[in-house]
């Protein structure tokens, strides 16, 4: 019993090592996409926006993609491009 306790904490903490890794990565992309942002003129930015939300809007989710997971990336790529990190 005490073994699989054992195991148990050990991935449950290699899943948090995980995510923390995951939400580094995520920040890092937000940073990098707000710096390009805001080097733009904002006729090039909107140009860019455009055309990122377009090809979100053509792409057909999957099967296997949640209609919610789907609608959960558009929201976070609309967050990026038109509020970037302050």
Known sequence: MKNLIAELLLKLAQKEEESKELVAQVEALEIVVTA???????????ALIDSVEGALDEVRPDKQVSV???????????????????
């Open 68 to 86: 919610e997971d789907s609608e959960m990336l558009q929201q976070y790529v609309k967050k990026l491009l038109r509020h970037p990190r302050s």
């Open 36 to 46: 390009l942002l805001r080097q733009m003129a904002k006729s090039e930015q909107q």
